[in-house]
């Protein structure tokens, strides 16, 4: 009787989270004739032969400043995450006050990219650019994840202190020492994270590997570009063995020394005080008369035109690439994650599974666009495709590892193959995945913005466009809508997860790093 009466819940919970998938897909399904998903590459095949040749005969000696941009990409890295870290940590502490909550949601919606865009302005191509680029958007990170793992951590040894207790006390007695742990483990990993992000700044000509990488492709020297790549992917694959928590300090130290070798930045401040007391001012506003009409009847008018004809359809393309993102990105995921179960595909395809898994989680969703934008021209379907695989690749890395666990544990005579995948593993797997896909999903809506900068029409075009021609009031207005748009599918994300019993945020983030 007890199973009988859990059953009907049980069937309703799995009804309702298919019937979400279900919406999403159609969702999508509606929005592809409004997408542009052609092929503008006249001879795609022809850039991928000689993609292909290169990394058949990578050029290292080609790239004569190969070294100090692998220093200065790790220097960027580590001292933004360090930075960052500090900063998230601060606004985890304030996490209650809506203020710090609102704040940590404005840094973490605008994109290391866009942050370096805008602080080129008054700061130029320097190191206090590349590592504020790096720490304000990590900040916000931080924030949310600490916030949530403090929030998470075992409430009971904080029950049984002292009555007169001080606050302070309680929190670095009681509840500091049980969420350590998988902060400093998330640290490290965000320290990965850093690397790709100090990698994709430089496209906007900070000199790290992305700066090397951009070049060499203009050029056509695709075994320059095969070298750098291999390079990324060496120091990517290689962090697990030399990335320690005891050895931090020692490579901030380094990272400073090395930020300091690009020398001192002699800086305008009539210049900079000019960005921020008279560029990011709309212009109809400037030395205007604040109380006439006519003043805001301009102002009006500007404002029109930045939100109609740039906003709406950016953030309309912007929406079309997150949602069709988000199918691909399930797609690859749920089917990939099989890669890494010996029980399916057996030891020799796991290992090979593995090494695809790495390569396309490794490289950043901005570097990958690129790549995909080279061969495939310049429309949605790069864009899409990149976002797609790379994040459908860092869940099918988590359900992977989970699912290699589960098939462990089964009876011995339990099914291998296509059958132990789709009747034991994506059943119990179905609800992670879920999890891991809403959490993505605000992701997504900024890298699907970013990609703009690479000439798809969505927010990061426009943004692009009006810093290009010093119209950082636009510019602003612009970010303040990417701002908006992503903090949204953060609350709806939330609450459906919520409502289908799928987990925190914190929670979910935690499971994603391995301890060292």
Sequence with gaps: MPADAAAPPLRRLALTRGNVCLLFVALALVLIPFADL????????????????????????????????????????????????????????????????????????????????????????????????????????????????LEEADRRPADVLPKDTGAVSAFLYARLPLALAPMKIYGLYRVECGIRSSAVIGFVGLPTLGFELDGFFRQGQYDAVAAILITYYLLIGTIRWWMRAKLLPLYLAGALAVLLSLGTVSLDWTNVARVFTVDIVPAPLRDAELLAPATWAAFAAWLKIVLVDQAAPGLFATFVVTQLTLVVMGLAALSGFALLVRNVVGRLGAQAGHVVLVVLRSTPEYMLAYLALQVLGPSMLPAVIALGLHNGAIIAHLLGREGERLSRNLRPDAPRGLDLYGYELVPRLFGPFLAYAFYRWEIVMRESAIVGILGVATLGFFIDSAIAEIRLDRALVLIAVTVAATAAIDLVSRRIRARLALGAFGGVEAQRFPAR
């Design 38 to 149: 052609e092929i503008a590459n006249a001879n795609p095949w022809a850039v991928l032969t000689k993609f292909a040749a290169g990394f058949l005969a990578p050029d290292f000696g080609a790239v004569s400043d190969l070294g100090r941009a692998v220093l200065l990409t790790l220097a960027f890295a580590v001292a933004g995450v360090a930075l960052g870290g500090g900063a998230g940590f601060a606004l985890a502490l304030a996490s209650r006050s809506r203020a710090a909550r609102g704040l940590a949601t404005v840094l973490r919606s605008i994109h290391e990219l866009f942050w370096a865009l805008l602080l080129m302005q008054p700061f130029g191509p320097s190191a206090l650019t590349g590592v504020l680029a790096i720490a304000l958007p990590y900040a916000g990170i931080f924030a949310k994840v600490y916030g949530e793992m």
